[in-house]
């Protein structure tokens, strides 16, 4: 499993450098390799807490301790549970990729509010599709890759006939369970200590000289996923018309 989960941060790898390279012209200002390393290092952590989150179930599915799962069978299931799930993930980091230049931030929750009112949004995305042919050429050997580079677990039935060999089996993955729950709530939250408050689109700001270089430290899905049921920054509208708010104040005399 661990070699699975290490797959899924290749492929986001994959996703934040067809990002930077789409949308190279916004971040080539003073781009060094320490800089970008340093961006690369930052985006690491919010790429844990995606894979955290977006993989919960598959890591679930895998430990759960009950050895009446290990067959080739569940296992084939765990696999498509991963392949798509992070096939997903990656779609959706591609297609940001695309939208940046429009919003220069990651995509959030927002965009559902925004785009609720459109009626022409399967014209907007097929020519999209169209113009960016090579991302879904990008994403096929991406998701291909995924597929053949998945490490299935070797399942032998022959190891629980007995209960003790059962028992042992479901203690040992008992845990494993506990101690990786844990280990994914860490990623997800973004550190270790119980001081560390879950990390959100904020704390990109730490790893970045600019603020247009948040959304290459950040990924598509930790975006969607944080901003969930938040309140949605409004700009307020005091004055109906400026000559509403020029009555009770105006600067010129």
Do not use: Q
């Amino acid at each position: 499993m661990t070699a699975n989960i290490l797959l899924a941060l290749v492929v986001y790898f994959i996703a934040r450098t067809e990002f930077l390279l789409e949308n190279f012209s916004y971040f080539s200002t003073d781009l060094s390799m320490g800089r970008l390393v340093r961006l690369y290092g930052g985006g690491l952590v919010f790429d844990l807490s995606a894979v955290g989150y977006t993989n919960s179930l598959y890591i679930l599915m895998m430990l759960f301790p009950l050895w009446l799962k290990e067959t080739r069978g569940y296992h084939l299931v765990c696999k498509y549970v991963f392949v798509v799930v992070n096939a997903i993930t990656l779609v959706v980091n591609l297609g940001d990729s695309v939208y940046f230049p429009y919003t220069l931030r990651r995509t959030t929750t927002s965009v559902f509010d925004e785009f609720s009112r459109e009626n022409n949004l399967l014209d907007v995305f097929g020519g999209e599709l169209l113009w960016h042919s090579y991302l879904v050429i990008l994403a096929a050997v991406v998701v291909y890759g995924m597929w053949k580079l998945y490490v299935m677990p070797t399942t032998e039935s022959a190891h629980f006939k007995t209960a003790w060999s059962r028992w042992t089996f479901s203690a040992l993955y008992a845990a494993l369970l506990a101690v990786t729950g844990y280990l994914t709530v860490c990623a997800c939250r973004g550190g270790f200590t119980g001081e560390t408050r879950p990390i959100t689109i904020n704390n990109a700001n730490e790893y970045v000289g600019r603020p247009t270089e948040c959304a290459l430290v950040l990924n598509t899905p930790f975006s969607l996923i944080r901003t969930i049921n938040k309140t949605v920054f409004e700009v307020p509208a005091y004055y109906a018309t400026p000559e509403e708010m020029e009555a009770v104040f105006t600067p010129i005399h």
